[in-house]
């Protein structure tokens, strides 16, 4: 019996030992591998940021169908701020009223002061540092202007009621991401390119031309002395690798990808598909300003269309009156009316820059079959809570505000769709019947979920023509010295 009885008990003991063994051996060659450097998974918790999306083609409507009663687009583009920053205390849509800091510490978000003197950081590093791989916890480790917490704040209506009436009355995106990680000048190359050429940051040095050195205008293609870093041509084993240390943000890592090349590119811009199908267009930037993007591209630059078709913002609200209005117009407000922290910026002067153009709009022939399209280029170092997808080594960046104003877009909607600044590039491109430049624009949402095409509308009743503002008095933070030197002009421009 007694035999008989540890039998079974040698057997499980014996399978147990080989099962020990098993198990000690997976360890080992986990452990070799880890030694060996094979790579391994990001070090960060699975599933904080998505990957890229399956290219669908959504249905397009050219402007001969019917139905499509779109005939003009505006592209309206600020600086510089996140969704929780505008709109994160809006009524029923993704915003926080807290904010989570570098050492788990959960603090509230502040409200938003008018003018922020100071300058926040927002380099291409900096939006990496921020996201930390979903975490949305590295704002306060941004060098610039991070410890002093106030990236950490959000506006009331009472701060910007007018960008928030314009969301009560029309569409307001709430998932709608900055293109890449940051800065302004990369980040505008994707509003007309769906791309940035590979560059991830804003110039290194002031150039050859500057009013402050010569009083000479130059920038990009007309200023060989400007020079910028981007990502050389990356294998996809090398992509691999920048991505997954951007997840970990390993910047070092990173920046052994870089180039240094000057900021004068030749690659195809959606103007280019505008002239080859017959249809007007207008850009409306500062010459020499480092939002300009078409100073960076070559075959504009150097072009008949240099001059009767890039010209300064200022002209944006007198086209719109004399009837030049274009079919298709990007309009860059200039420095001082854009909403940029840093160099005194009030943003209720840079608000009512934008609402007495759009009320030209309204105002004009064109209200009834226009469609606007406002959003802000990059975070400007200001705090969201959602992860961004992470498309590619160039981003998704944080979140920025989006309003989408047109008689047809729904009223009082907050649009939850995917949206990046090469989706008003899509519309464009399908409300034209335009094919597309890049896989950001094949695999953007066309937008046409914020609008309703499929019912008539009165265009008189759906005009909102709003009140300028009178700025005087409004708070302002000055907790920081703003920069110093030609690093403060570009700060007013980044």
Known sequence: MSTSGKGPTRRATGRRSAWIAVLAGVIILAAGGACFGEPGPPKRPPGLQAGRPEVVREPARSNGEAGTPIERVVFLIKENRTFDNYFGRYPGADGAASGRLSTGEVIDLRVATDVLTHDLGHEFLDGVRAINGGRMDGFDLIPIGGASLDGYTSFTRKGIPNYWAYADNFVLGD?????????????????????????????????LFSREKNDRVGAYCSDRGETVNRFRRLSPTERKAVMEAEETSDFERIEEFYEVVQPCFDFRVLPDELNDAGISWRYY??????????????????????????????????????????????????????DHPGAG???????????????????????????????????????????????????????????????????????????????????????????QLTRRDRQASNMFNAFDFRHEVNADERKLILPLRDCTGLPVDSTISYREGW??????QD
Not at 288 to 304: F, P, Q, T, V
């Open 487 to 492: 690093q403060a002009f570009a700060a007013a």
């Open 175 to 207: 998932r709608t991401f900055s293109s890449m990680y940051g800065p302004t000048f990369p980040a505008h190359l994707y509003t007309v390119g769906a791309q940035a050429g590979r560059v991830t940051g804003n110039k290194l040095n002031r150039g």
């Open 285 to 338: 930037a500062t010459p020499g300003d480092w939002r300009n993007a078409l100073h960076a591209i070559k075959h504009i630059r150097y072009s008949k269309y240099w001059g009767p078709n890039v010209v300064t913002p200022q002209q944006a609200t007198k086209d719109v009156r004399r009837q030049r209005l274009k079919e298709v117009s990007w309009v860059i407000p200039p420095t001082g009316f854009n």
């Open 345 to 435: 910026t009030s943003v209720c002067k840079s608000e009512n820059w934008a609402v007495r153009y759009i009320n030209a709009i309204m105002r004009s022939k064109y209200w009834k079959s226009t469609a606007i399209f406002m959003s802000w280029d990059d975070f400007g170092g200001f705090y969201d809570h959602v992860p961004p997808p992470h498309y590619d080594v160039m981003g998704l960046g944080p979140r920025v505000p989006m309003l989408i104003i047109s008689p047809y877009a729904k009223a009082g909607y907050i649009d939850h769709t995917t949206y990046e600044l090469s989706s008003v590039v899509r519309f464009i491109e399908d409300i034209f019947g335009l094919g």
